[in-house]
């Protein structure tokens, strides 16, 4: 028997298909409880829109600028494609990649510990912390991090063999492809290989590493210059993230925020994860002055340190910024030596786990019972159907917000920029406007263009504060053009399935074009 066959066979064991079932019940039912609702982030729709020129050949950032990788632009395509325009059927399909992940991180845990109750609840650990209304999205930190968990998994199990380390380097390669920021977790790698192996075995891996990383990146370098987008390309990947990570908005006060939320969330999976923590401290210290070194360069404890560094270098306080170190804590879970405290963990990931099932089955279930018309009540997608009625033939639509409704009508933004808040950062401006992308009064170019429908709000929240747009545009468009009129969407506006996070500043402006 082959070791593939061995693996497969020890994977379609008994034990094994209760775990998968258990972590895909627990997905399913804890990730749809808002199904129903349609927008939670907005991050998702710009997504959606920036990828939708892919069928035609177009490369990304061609003609719809996002700051995310290609292969990210290029997955989002991908899985959009079985979807048809049903961001029902596009939610569900990200629930299975936080299923796989879930997945990756049992048989990971599993191939260090043995132990199918540990690594089992390792992985309902992270799920539960991911059942957060902010996690119920399909962020690029999702996406990277099922390449990111694969190459650990390689590590555990292969972490010997010097050929393995050419595919670990293509899946942080193409980690790194989805979201720029993935690439300083190959530093925890190259410092805990340091203690394990010889001079000339490190320097072979790391040639490996090295090799498999270039390759994908190499391939996209030579693609964007091909077409005479290498510029954007390079604004794309280190431009404009240093200007993004050089805000410097992250702080500590904001983790106290987050640790508060999920204390309110639930008490027990908070007490559980600070029990965790303090578990692993505590018996870190104890073991400090003997195995400095080993506790210094382990793989585990250093992807932790740098799970939190990336909040940190992120610098805008996003929670989907700590989906890294969520994913790694899990991992501390093998840590624990201690019979008594091990179960004591164990007993408050049970109670934590029933708690939150108990609080979302129903809803999640009556969701995925009538997924069928969850979109017909979504109302932008009510208001795209209206804005769709105004046109015979085709039409252009010129978004600043709300972009979910280019993507139920399948169309391109008329503006370059697609994230609305991407309108609001000088240094995306600045260097979008230095490469002749946009011009340095965009916005008032674009709506003297007079594209057939302009949707904009006039007043956003940015970073907290309640902010009017007026000092970029006037949103109220037939005021001064005559040529518009105004729509009336205070149904849309009202609707209680359009946003979880309530904006009683945000309005939902749409203006078409007279015939």
């Given at each position: 028997?082959?070791?593939?066959?061995?693996?497969?066979?020890?994977?379609?064991?008994?034990?094994?298909?209760?775990?998968?079932?258990?972590?895909?019940?627990?997905?399913?039912?804890?990730?749809?409880?808002?199904?129903?609702?349609?927008?939670?982030?907005?991050?998702?729709?710009?997504?959606?829109?920036?990828?939708?020129?892919?069928?035609?050949?177009?490369?990304?950032?061609?003609?719809?600028?996002?700051?995310?990788?290609?292969?990210?632009?290029?997955?989002?395509?991908?899985?959009?494609?079985?979807?048809?325009?049903?961001?029902?059927?596009f939610k569900l399909i990200n629930d299975l990649i936080l299923f796989i992940i879930s997945l990756v991180l049992f048989k990971?845990?599993?191939?260090?510990?043995?132990?199918?109750?540990?690594?089992?609840?390792?992985?309902?650990?992270?799920?539960?912390?991911?059942?957060?209304?902010?996690?119920?999205?399909?962020y690029s930190e999702i996406y990277s991090l099922l390449f990111l968990s694969l190459s650990?998994?390689?590590?555990?199990?292969?972490?010997?063999n010097n050929l393995s380390y050419l595919l670990i380097g293509v899946l942080f390669s193409i980690s790194s492809l989805i979201n720029q920021g993935t690439v300083i977790f190959l530093l925890p790698i190259l410092i805990s290989e340091l203690t394990l192996n010889s001079q000339r075995t490190y320097l072979r891996k790391v040639i490996n590493l090295g090799i498999g990383f270039t390759i994908p990146h190499l391939f996209f370098l030579f693609l964007y210059l091909a077409n005479d987008l290498i510029e954007i390309y390079l604004a794309t990947y280190l431009t404009i993230p240093l200007g993004y990570i050089q805000a410097n908005y992250a702080s500590f006060y904001e983790l106290f925020v987050f640790s508060r939320e999920l204390m309110e969330y639930n008490l027990y999976l908070y007490l559980c994860l600070i029990s965790l923590i303090f578990i692993n401290l505590l018996n870190l210290l104890k073991k400090y002055t003997k195995k400095t070194k080993l506790i210094i360069f382990d793989l585990d404890n250093l992807n932790i340190i740098f799970g939190l560094l990336f909040y940190f270098i992120g610098s805008h306080n996003y929670y989907h910024h700590l989906i890294y170190l969520v994913f790694f804590i899990s991992f501390m879970m093998n840590k624990i030596n201690f019979s008594n405290q091990k179960?004591?963990?164990?007993?408050?990931?049970?109670?934590?786990?029933?708690?939150?099932?108990?609080?979302?089955?129903?809803?999640?279930?009556?969701?995925?019972?009538?997924i069928n018309s969850l979109q017909q009540n979504y109302p932008l997608y009510n208001l795209a159907n209206e804005?769709?009625?105004?046109?015979?033939?085709?039409?252009?639509?010129?978004?600043?917000?709300?972009?979910?409704?280019?993507y139920y009508l399948d169309?391109?933004?008329?503006?370059?920029?697609?994230?609305?808040?991407?309108?609001?950062?000088?240094?995306?401006?600045?260097?979008?406007?230095?490469?002749?992308?946009?011009n340095s009064d965009y916005i008032t170019d674009l709506i003297n263009k007079e594209p057939d429908v302009i949707i904009c709000n006039p007043r956003m929240i940015i970073r907290g504060i309640p902010t009017e747009i007026s000092s970029l545009f006037n949103c109220e468009v037939s005021d001064y053009n005559k040529n518009y009129f105004k729509l009336d969407t205070k149904k849309y506006k009202n609707d209680e399935n359009l946003n979880y996070y309530f904006d009683p500043y945000k309005e939902i402006s749409v203006f078409i074009k007279k015939g």
């Open positions: 028997m082959t070791k593939l066959e061995k693996y497969l066979e020890n994977s379609l064991n008994t034990k094994n298909l209760f775990a998968y079932l258990g972590l895909f019940l627990f997905t399913i039912i804890t990730q749809n409880i808002y199904l129903n609702i349609e927008t939670i982030e907005w991050d998702v729709a710009s997504y959606l829109v920036a990828s939708q020129g892919i069928e035609n050949g177009v490369l990304p950032n061609q003609i719809q600028w996002e700051s995310k990788g290609p292969i990210f632009i290029y997955l989002y395509y991908i899985f959009s494609l079985p979807a048809e325009n049903t961001l029902v059927v990971t845990i599993l191939s260090k510990t043995k132990e199918y109750i540990n690594s089992f609840l390792s992985s309902i650990l992270f799920l539960s912390i991911m059942s957060q209304v902010w996690a119920q999205s399909g650990y998994f390689i590590i555990t199990n292969y972490r010997f179960k004591f963990i164990y007993v408050l990931i049970f109670i934590s786990s029933l708690s939150i099932l108990q609080n979302s089955y129903k809803e999640s279930f009556n969701n995925l019972l009538n804005i769709d009625s105004y046109f015979i033939d085709d039409y252009d639509v010129l978004s600043f917000d709300y972009n979910l409704i280019l169309k391109p933004n008329f503006s370059y920029i697609v994230h609305p808040s991407n309108h609001f950062e000088e240094f995306i401006i600045e260097v979008l406007s230095d490469l002749d992308k946009v």
